[in-house]
């Protein structure tokens, strides 16, 4: 039986091995100039492969944790072990090859795809696939050539890119079997194009709205201003235009000249709307009053107007830009004043009014931003929205509408959290959907 896998990602590579462990005949179509492009610089080049811990997907959450029950997490470590990639569990139960290094993963991968003769066809896009009576006809453009595992990861010198190289010729190709699992629309510069919704819609497959997820938030900059670079611990809350929460999320915020990101912010771009707006509680940064995980945001706490008096009462000849010193950075404490209504910096603290002391405790407990999008798929990690799950059987990933026809990864309508979850779904599906064949 040959099997033809369209995309050369982690959902892929990983049915490429469980296919040929099959006995198999494995082809890897891959668009770019090298597969596991992307995995090569997830997390920081560090590679954060699984999460131990409970499960966050969001679209089709249902359908999310029946995949991992067939390939649950001691299945997919046993699958890395095998790999000889020895993990290390960090916090909030990130995985991570031991060498802390993605290099590390794509070798192993490579490797072990070599040993079982997974062919990757590079610089090949995949532009439409009919069913026939014995199996699929698979329509492409080929930019590449044929190479083999222990090759396909090596530095291309340019890369290969079908759709505009004039020298590219189309091949018809055939296979029993096929499994689409070219990702999604997000970080198109690491190879995912969007191109897999248009190769299942034309089988009957429906796709719901899709949107970027885990990036950046935009806001108005003059807001933000003198902020870039700064990182802070806080509570944030995404709320639409009528005040109604639409999700909320606790970590790191870093600051850019427009924009939010740090985990916490990109956890939150799969929800934002028009009119939305962020609501920065910055009492976790300072352990002061209610720190509590989870605690709602945007609530006044008299504890932390008793800090900010007691720091008041002690610099009391100091100017105001000093207040919060030793809190916070000096940017985030001008930008914090700023907020509080405090504009003449210099005047001495004693000659505040006692409201300027209420509203920077009020500025502390919960800065409001307004929300204008999203850096957009160009700079988004993943892609929220999909193929819909439902239309494939979780425990073999094949369509429900055709025999033969499989889908795996980011293609699907579900996404996850940072920290490994989304990764965890592409392994885990690519796998379920490699070994179906046998």
């Known amino acids: 039986m040959t099997t033809a896998i369209i995309g050369g990602g982690a959902a892929g590579v990983a049915a490429a091995l ?26 920081n080049g560090r590679a954060n492969v699984l999460n131990s811990g409970s499960p966050a997907y969001y679209g089709d959450t249902a359908f999310a944790q029946a995949v991992l029950r067939h390939m649950d ?16 569990t960090e916090i909030e139960g990130r995985v991570y090859p031991a060498a802390l290094l993605a290099s590390v993963v794509v070798d192993a991968l490579l490797l072990r795809a070599q040993q079982l003769g997974v062919i990757f066809q590079c610089g090949t896009k995949v532009e439409r696939i009919q069913k026939t009576a014995d199996g699929f006809a698979i329509h492409a453009m080929r930019a590449g050539v044929t190479v083999p595992a222990e090759q396909s990861g090596k530095r ?47 089988f009957g497959h429906t796709c719901t709205p899709l949107k970027p997820a885990l990036c950046a938030l935009l806001t108005d900059k003059r807001r933000i201003a003198g902020l870039s670079g700064q990182r802070v611990r806080a509570r944030l809350t995404l709320s639409a235009g009528n005040g109604q929460r639409l999700h909320a999320t606790e970590g790191e915020a870093l600051f850019g000249d427009d924009a939010i990101s740090g985990i916490a912010a990109m956890q939150l771009a799969r929800f934002v709307a028009d009119g939305a707006r962020l609501t920065l509680d910055l009492r976790p940064a300072v352990c002061w009053g209610n720190d509590t995980p989870g605690a709602a945001a945007d609530v006044p706490d008299s ?10 009462a002690m610099r009391g000849q100091c100017s105001a830009a000093t207040l919060l010193t030793g809190a916070f950075t000096t940017p985030v404490a001008r930008f914090l004043c700023r907020e509080a209504g405090i504009p003449a910096l210099a005047a001495p603290i004693h000659t505040l009014p006692k409201t300027a002391l ?81």
């Open 358 to 438: 209420a509203n920077l405790a009020d500025a502390v407990c919960g800065v409001r931003l307004p929300i204008t999008g999203t850096r957009g798929f160009t700079h988004a990690q993943v892609t929220a929205g999909g193929i819909t799950a439902a239309e494939f059987d979780p425990a073999t990933l094949e369509s429900k509408l055709c025999k033969g026809l499989y889908a795996a990864g980011e293609v699907l309508d579900v996404d996850g959290d940072c920290g490994g979850f989304n990764l965890m779904f592409a392994f885990a599906s690519g796998l379920l959907a490699g070994r179906a064949g046998r």
């Open 18 to 43: 469980a296919a040929a462990q099959q006995g198999q005949q494995v082809l890897v179509l891959e668009r770019g100039a090298k597969p596991l492009k992307k995995l090569g610089v997830t997390g």
């Open 73 to 88: 997490y001691p299945a997919l470590v046993t699958f890395f072990q095998h790999l000889g990639v020895p993990l290390r």
């Open 156 to 202: 291309a010198k340019k890369e290969t890119n079908p759709a505009t190289d004039a020298a590219a010729k189309p091949v018809l190709l055939h296979a029993q079997r096929v499994i689409i699992a070219c990702g999604g629309a997000a970080a198109p510069a690491h190879g995912t194009d969007g191109s897999g919704y248009a190769l299942l819609t034309a």
């Open 303 to 312: 504890s932390v107007l008793s800090q900010v008096a007691a720091l008041a």
